[in-house]
């Protein structure tokens, strides 16, 4: 018998002389129970765990094991933490559906990754292995990252290598960019629909989010400008470049009137450049930070889309004072991201691999992304209003009196992940959507998961 089984077989004695006893009592020590049962030292410790987990027996250090009795809660009480911590800031419910890619049997149309055999894992192991055995690997870079690193990131951006702040992914980045830009309780603005982990960013940094409406060609610059002048808001939060979950890219004009704009009231951009290298018939355009000489556009890119989840690896590229303030930011939180990362983002970014991989992965991408709109054509019911040129989402509307939260629980059921619209709004969803992923899901997956959000639809 497992030394598991024989002290569960122990807790459960236990357990029929401890319910005939009164409150307070003390149980023999573990060595007079190792006697009495023939049992280790550690297989009576174990089952007394688990009599404490149960809520029957308190160890006290020192005096001993000791019956709670039937009236004392066999469950802790928390609601101490409640007024203690105050008012909930994150949404926990779209929180939890943030990079949840679920079991692997289920159909993954909502994963914001590449497919495993999308990402360049072979190359990947090879520089790992390089980098391992080498002493810089494991040595010690500035906080604000290796300076090889910076100087190609900034290249990119026409940018300064010290305004290039390295950090472990985008979704840090934005953290801390809101956190830093803004005090608790400003408001920031976002277009509408948007990246349900800015939100979090958001509600985390403790801001109060206004929405803009947005649509093809990016936020609508008119009811922007009125926004900014209502809220006061110091902080705007775009993404220029096909844009998660629409896949718009914000039109030449507009991107010149938003930085007119920010320069007028003296705001920031934030800048979401997560999919720069995602572009599919198209290029993206070149980053709103290399438009802006003033400081107003800080962007925040990141090697996890294009590259490898796991590759948790970005940077944040910011001038003048902001920068300093974000490089201060980061100091305080870690001291840097692993010299280890670093020095495989620098390999391979710096190697021919990284734009055979680019082609290979734009070619890749848009067959899917096909394979995705064909099998959504098929039902009437699934409308796409723009079939999106780069990135990795198709953003679906759905029948007017669909409640898309029912329907991704009930997807999730049916063994395919879908994006619940509701969460990609701050407000309320001015109809419903679902958001379907291209990245991670294969042609016949991508069917198959089609074929079963019909029969949950119907």
Known sequence: MGQDNRSREIADHLRGQILGMSAGTRLPGVRELSARFHASAATISSALAELTARGLVRAEPGRGTFVIGRGHSSRPDYAWQSQALGPVRVDADRASRLGAHGQPEQLPLSWGYLADELQPTEHLRRISARVARSARGWGLTPPAGSAELRRLIAAEYRAQPEDVQIVPGGQQGLVFAFRTLAEPGETIVMESPTYPGAILAAQSAGLRIAAVPADAEGIRIDLLADELERTRARVVYLQPAFANPTGAVMSEHRRREALALAAARGAFIVEDDWARHLGLE???PAPLFTADTDGHVVSITTLA???????RVGAIIARGPAGARLRASRIADDLGVSPLMQEIAFEFLSSSEWGRHRKRLRIALSDRRDALLAAVATN??????????GGLHLWVRLPGDVD?????????????????????FVDEPPAPFVRLSFGAASPPQMAEGVRRLEGVLH
């Not at 629980?409 to 990609?424: E, K, P, Q, W």
């Open 282 to 284: 198209r290029p993206a």
């Open 305 to 311: 889309k294009p590259v490898s989840p796991g590759l």
């Open 380 to 389: 009437d019911d699934l409308q796409v209003p723009h079939v999106p040129q």
């Open 404 to 424: 898309t939260r029912a329907l991704s629980r009930a997807a999730h059921t049916a063994g395919v992940l879908v994006g619940d619209g509701s969460h990609y």
